[in-house]
């Protein structure tokens, strides 16, 4: 099975027959099968050339870069394989007509509602005095099917996280991880520097999980089409944001792996240091791995194979055969 690969060292990266090859700076080599590799993360600077941008496009792996900060700064998305012209009309067709296009965008906030609420009760359950948190965004959420544009939708979803987020600090009680509000080019605090690094790995998840379907993932729904970037990717993120990066940012603080020590402080904001960041990704991956028991198909599938799931369930939705309802965790 292929795996992603996470590299935070300076180097260069190039093709040595049928492996990749890592050089550092230290001039250590390191060799891994391209078979085995589903996608690069790159959080160092690396020097890399044509031959090997064309050995990743044959092999179909996509490259995400983050800088220094470990923000994300885009994608090597190679050539698409599986893209069907007749499924990219029908993107087209359903993000130009308005009551289509807000059917579906819709359904992205109503799953990103419903999966915080999922949050907070959870929390709720072991103590926390989050009732009257709940009780709000149910009092927003109410509103979501009156709304006749994205642009209103959007403002839905925005007043419901706004609130979601004020309850971070019930839930963690730590001195350390105060939350005052969301802040993120940049974050100005601790919790604000996790929750837009566990984002940035949900897009870059989307992103990777889109390339293997027949989706294109320039025309997302709720997040409005334009020259610059991928959207598809930011609408199924707001479903997966809330069980996926907010449950991992929670039990990290909880269990003492991510403490003040992990972060730097720059004059652009506060960040994750290299060390947090490997510790983030080591525990997100091995939640990505973790399986639950879908109910629709009767097994256990790991939380990576939910979001491709989900894409699977869009395809049809576009296709006319199965209306599309978002993913809601059951725990």
Do not use: C
């Not at 604000?192 to 870059?204: E, R, T």
Request: proline share 2%; aromatic share 12%.
């Amino acid at each position: 099975m292929r795996q992603p690969i996470y590299i935070f060292s300076d180097g260069k990266l190039e093709r040595k027959q049928n492996t990749i090859s890592f050089l550092s700076k230290e001039n250590k080599r390191k060799y891994v099968p391209v078979e085995t590799i589903s996608d690069l993360y790159v959080f160092g600077e690396m020097d890399l050339n044509k031959r090997i941008l064309e050995f990743l496009t044959q092999n179909e792996i996509l490259i995400h870069f983050f800088n220094h900060y470990g923000y994300y700064i885009g994608s090597f998305y190679p050539r698409e394989h599986y893209n069907s012209g007749y499924l990219i009309l029908k993107q087209a067709e359903h993000y130009l007509d308005k009551e289509k296009r807000m059917i579906l965008a819709k359904a992205f906030v109503r799953g990103a509602y419903e999966n915080m609420k999922k949050v907070l009760s959870y929390y709720e359950r072991r103590g926390g005095e989050l009732e009257d948190t709940i009780e709000s965004i149910d009092r927003i959420a109410s509103s979501i099917d009156e709304q006749g544009s994205t642009e209103e939708l959007m403002a839905i979803e925005g007043n419901i996280r706004e609130i979601y987020y004020g309850a971070f600090e019930e839930i963690l009680k730590s001195d350390e991880f105060s939350f005052d509000r969301r802040t993120k080019r940049p974050p100005q605090n601790r919790l604000n520097a996790l929750i837009s690094f566990g984002n940035s790995l949900m897009y870059v998840l989307a992103l990777s999980e889109i390339y293997r379907t027949h989706l294109d993932p320039r025309i997302g729904f709720l997040h409005a089409t334009n020259f610059r970037r991928f959207t598809l990717n930011l609408d199924v993120s707001e479903i997966f944001k809330p069980v996926f990066v907010d449950r991992l940012i929670f039990s990290l603080i909880n269990k003492r792996q991510i403490q003040a020590k992990h972060f730097s402080k720059e004059i652009e904001g506060v960040f994750l240091n290299k060390a947090g960041q490997k510790i983030f990704v080591e525990e997100w991956e091995n939640r990505l791995r973790q399986t639950v028991k879908h109910s629709r198909l009767k097994r256990k599938v790991s939380n990576r194979t939910l979001v491709r799931l989900e894409l699977y369930k869009i395809e049809k939705h576009l296709l006319g055969e199965q209306t599309y309802e978002p993913y809601i965790a059951r725990w």
